[in-house]
């Protein structure tokens, strides 16, 4: 089976003059800019207050975006037709989450650039940021394609967000309850210890572990995806 | 004839309750087949096995000569072409960026938006957002995206329900002239006349299976029952016999010069459907 880029791109580009007509959208968008805008006035030190700005828009713009443009083809009965085309499976999630990965990068840099964080290695750092993008846009997708409507799958995908965007308020928890142990494997608190070593001076040698458990979070996400997307092919 | 659609023994049960219980028939290719039945008898159902958007329970589909869930291939996506009630749009989008869309996707040249646009009478709309697009429109645009990427089977469920007078010939003109070019169209309608217009057979469907299957033609001949109706002076209906039994009545009235009319009794596919289904039309 050969991949078609031009399926995808066609999505992508239906997607772009969908969502530029949907204010909604526009705006979840922009919320974190003025977040990330505050705390650049305010000025910040620390690393883990500027991935609350990037936590916050993988939750906002990868995950809740993605969310809600998947939920909307189910709830206007738009992905039947998708699924119905000759388009395949990898083509139409492939082409459905372009717009939204777009997105989060573009803004992660902007927010980057307001909250002034400049990490000392831009290649591992922006590795482990697409990985989570990709992550947070698999969420995305799962829980609008669990869901029967934009309404739905609002309601739905608060819950997942407050454990990503606030998971480094969890670390205290961690330290008196050592059940919740697991947490620390959660893919943003893995990227969080990864942006902190790589401040400290790490290397890719010392940090390849928090990629890999992000890599691991990231295809276990998609292999759901994947089985869902497969279901709703049919009733 | 090469048959496209083999439909042997299909069996669909939603959790016990019998949607479809031991349905037979065959599509032949380049046949417009109509699929008539009452509400709830269970068209869609059918039209959704047959283009594997859902399982049957028991029995046997095939289109293309393969198993109807195996339909997903590439190579059938493109000759097949669906409008059913759950064909949605993109409503932010204009009618032309919907068709766009699948131009792309079905490898179709950009061009073929302008002559589906005709088919339905929408040229002069086409950059309208489909929200702002009446129920007639939207249905007609539905219709241009089914067969866009020119498909050799067509399977319309009810595609011409909310449309008026003047658009619905030319849809039936469109789909003639599909139909010339060698599509084959499994059709399903409420519209009686429409079947009769545009179908080679009909099959009537109901509880559960196909209760007949024939040409609409041979229908009203195996229908027909042989009688006229008199109309006469004093506004009374009598019936008679068409043979030589209902000659002396005739002959009475028409001496004493009470008829006001007289007319063949032809029973319409509607007559028949009622007959078979024992309901009336939705
Ligand atoms: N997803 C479903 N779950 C449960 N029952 C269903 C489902 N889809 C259809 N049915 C039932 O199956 C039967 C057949 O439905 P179907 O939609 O095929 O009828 P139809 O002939 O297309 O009717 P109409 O002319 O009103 O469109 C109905 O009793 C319906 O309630
Ligand atoms: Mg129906």
Known sequence: MTFSMKRSMAILYKDYKDVSKNLYVSTTVLLPLVMAAIYGRMGIEA???HYMVINMIFSLVAAY????????EKEKNTLRGLMLSPASTLEILFGKSLLSFISTIAVIIIAAFLTGYNPDNVIIVGMAIILSAVFYIGVGTLLGLLTKSVMEASVVILPI???????????PFIEKYPVLKFIEYLPNLQLIELANQVEAGAGLADVWFHLAVIIVWTAAVFALVVAVYKKRMMD | MENIIEVKSLAKYFSDQPALENVSFNVKKGETFGFLGPSGSGKTTTIKILTAQLAQTDGEALVFGVNASNLKKEEYRKKIGILTDNSGLYSRLTIYDNLKL???LYDVPDKRIDEVLGMVNLIDEKKKAVSKLSKGM????????????QPELLFLDEPTSALDPVNTKHIYKGLKDLKEKGTTIFLTTHDMNEAETLCDRVAFLNNGAIQLLDSPKALRQKFADHTLTVELTDGSKVIVDKG????????DYMSGNKIVSIYSNEPTLGDIFVEVTGRKLA
């Not at chain 2, 939207?138 to 990427?149: D, K, N, P, S």
């Open chain 1, 47 to 49: 690393i883990d207050t």
């Open chain 1, 65 to 72: 975006v993605q969310c809600s443009l998947i939920a909307e």
């Open chain 1, 161 to 171: 967000m407050m454990i990503f965007s606030f998971g480094s308020f969890l670390t």
């Open chain 2, 102 to 104: 699948y131009c792309d």
């Open chain 2, 138 to 149: 939207t249905q007609r645009v539905t219709l241009a995206r089914a067969f866009l990427h």
């Open chain 2, 244 to 251: 030589p039994g209902g000659a002396q009545t005739v002959y």
